[in-house]
C-alpha cells in the first residue's frame, strides 16, 4: 500500500467519523465512493474527460 492508499484510506474514515458521507451499503454516495476507490486503488486514475 503507497502513502496515497494510506491517504485514501484516511479520508474516508474522518469523513465517516464526522458524518460527512452516507456509509450505508445501499446509500447511492457509498456505492459512488466504493467504485471510486475500487477503480484508483486498480490502477485507474480520476482524469477529467
Given amino acids: 500500500?503507497?502513502?496515497?492508499?494510506?491517504?485514501m484510506?484516511?479520508?474516508?474514515?474522518?469523513?465517516?467519523?464526522y458524518d460527512w458521507i452516507e456509509t450505508d451499503e445501499d446509500?447511492?454516495?457509498?456505492?459512488?465512493?466504493n467504485a471510486l476507490v475500487a477503480n484508483v486503488l486498480s490502477g485507474g486514475s480520476i482524469a477529467e474527460e
Fill in 9 to 17: 484510506v484516511v479520508s474516508i474514515v474522518v469523513a465517516r467519523e
Fill in 1 to 7: 500500500m503507497t502513502n496515497r492508499d494510506v491517504a
Fill in 27 to 33: 446509500h447511492p454516495t457509498f456505492q459512488a465512493l
